[in-house]
């Protein structure tokens, strides 16, 4: 099985997708790496928030630390993509029952959408970078 390595910090990538220059910014979520985010809500055009569904029992704290960067006043009308990711495990949680748990449906301050996604396959990465070129062209 491939292995994927916990962002310590962050790390730039660069890609073209759709006529699109994507420079992502990719933050750890890990507790002591969280305080940085908002540093970088000012200069953002989209969020992607990446969530493992397979760690139910973390969902509270993603609940929260979300309900954070969501009603950041930098976020605010930001598109953002939610990764369901590690669908490849069992037992994760769908994306409905994602949306369920984070109150997704309560978010009406900007367009977002929610795609499944296996970080080790890359599937669902096209459908959320697809989503995220389109209403950055709208903008």
């Given at each position: 099985?491939?292995?994927?390595?916990?962002?310590?910090?962050?790390?730039?990538?660069?890609?073209?997708?759709?006529?699109?220059?994507?420079?992502?910014?990719d933050?750890?979520?890990?507790?002591k790496?969280?305080?940085?985010?908002?540093?970088?809500?000012?200069?953002?055009?989209?969020?992607?928030?990446?969530?493992?569904?397979?760690?139910?029992?973390?969902?509270?704290?993603?609940?929260?630390?979300l309900?954070?960067?969501?009603?950041?006043?930098?976020?605010?009308?930001?598109?953002?993509?939610?990764?369901?990711?590690?669908?490849?495990?069992?037992?994760?949680?769908?994306?409905?029952?994602?949306?369920?748990?984070?109150?997704?449906?309560?978010?009406?301050?900007?367009?977002?959408?929610?795609?499944?996604?296996?970080?080790?396959?890359?599937?669902?990465?096209?459908?959320?970078?697809?989503?995220?070129?389109?209403?950055?062209?709208?903008?």
């Amino acid at each position: 099985m491939k292995e994927i390595t916990p962002t310590v910090g962050f790390n730039v990538e660069q890609f073209s997708r759709s006529g699109i220059n994507f420079t992502v910014f990719d933050m750890s979520g890990a507790g002591k790496y969280r305080p940085l985010w908002e540093h970088y809500f000012k200069d953002a055009n989209a969020i992607i928030f990446v969530i493992d569904c397979s760690d139910k029992l973390r969902m509270c704290r993603v609940k929260e630390e979300l309900k954070i960067l969501l009603e950041h006043p930098d976020t605010k009308g930001i598109p953002t993509l939610f990764f369901a990711n590690k669908i490849d495990i069992s037992d994760h949680l769908n994306p409905v029952e994602c949306v369920q748990y984070l109150d997704l449906d309560n978010v009406k301050d900007r367009p977002w959408h929610i795609t499944p996604s296996n970080a080790l396959t890359g599937f669902g990465l096209e459908d959320g970078i697809g989503w995220i070129s389109e209403h950055l062209r709208v903008n």
